[in-house]
């Protein structure tokens, strides 16, 4: 069974630009969640999307989005880049969305906001 | 919401020592605690973890306890070799919030050969 899968890898982008990200997670996985990891902050929760409805957010401003398409592979957009968004994120999905549940990551999509 | 606090942030043990890594955790509605492992440059991997109603796990030469009056759980990794080395997470969740981890800062495990 494949991992879960995110594009792309490696990006760069201006200040002011918009990013989008892209997840594909485990098949039969309905969550999927996605994470900011810098070394200053750590691993930070951002938001979690369970049948095409975000079901949780994380203390992130406006400018960080998400959505779930029906196959439930999600996307994350970034708007009006800063510098301090420069950072590994990190998509994890899971069967269920109730809590106990084995969460597992992508490799994450770098991104270095210049 | 939810702090989890961990310690230590480095940790270097000689091989066949035994590590320990301890988190706290500040909202007692947390019941589900997973401890995860990254290595350098690759995705979090998790390696073991504990519901609120067991106060200990093991997995090999790994092993997790929880003590849930004073809001704690601890990794025990016995027989370290060189190939645990990597960075060590612990982490929280809530019943009501489905799959929102709130994580510690993280311990870099070395160990020495």
């Known amino acids: 069974k494949a991992g879960v899968t995110q594009t792309p890898r490696y990006l760069i982008k201006t200040r002011g630009q918009q990013v989008t990200l892209s997840c594909s997670p485990i098949?039969?996985?309905?969550?999927v969640s996605w994470y900011q990891q810098t070394p200053g902050q750590g691993l930070q929760f951002l938001f979690e999307?369970?049948?095409?409805?975000?079901?949780n957010k994380g203390n992130f401003p406006g400018r960080f989005s998400g959505r779930q398409f029906s196959n439930s592979r999600s996307e994350m957009n970034v708007s009006t880049l800063e510098l301090g968004d420069s950072a590994l994120y990190l998509c994890?999905?899971?069967?269920?969305?109730?809590?106990?549940?084995?969460?597992?990551f992508g490799e994450g999509s770098w991104l270095t906001v210049v | 919401g939810e702090n989890v606090e961990q310690h230590p942030s480095t940790l270097s043990v000689q091989e066949g020592d035994s590590a320990v890594i301890k988190c706290t955790y500040s909202?007692?509605?947390?019941?589900?605690f997973p401890w995860y492992k990254q290595e350098l440059g690759k995705r979090p991997q998790l390696i073991i973890d504990?519901?609120?109603?067991?106060g200990e796990k093991k997995d090999q030469r790994i092993a997790v306890t929880l003590n849930k009056t004073a809001k704690h759980f601890s990794l025990h990794i016995t027989e370290t070799q060189p190939e645990d080395s990597a960075v060590y997470f612990c982490?929280?969740?809530?019943?009501?919030?489905?799959?929102?981890?709130?994580f510690g800062g993280g311990t870099r495990l070395m160990v020495k050969p």
């Open positions: 999307y369970f049948s095409e409805t975000q079901r």
């Open positions: 909202d007692s509605a947390s019941n589900y």
């Open positions: 504990i519901r609120s109603n067991v």
């Open positions: 098949s039969g996985h309905r969550s």
């Open positions: 994890a999905s899971s069967p269920r969305t109730d809590s106990g549940n084995t969460i597992y």
């Open positions: 982490a929280a969740a809530k019943n009501n919030a489905g799959n929102m981890l709130t």
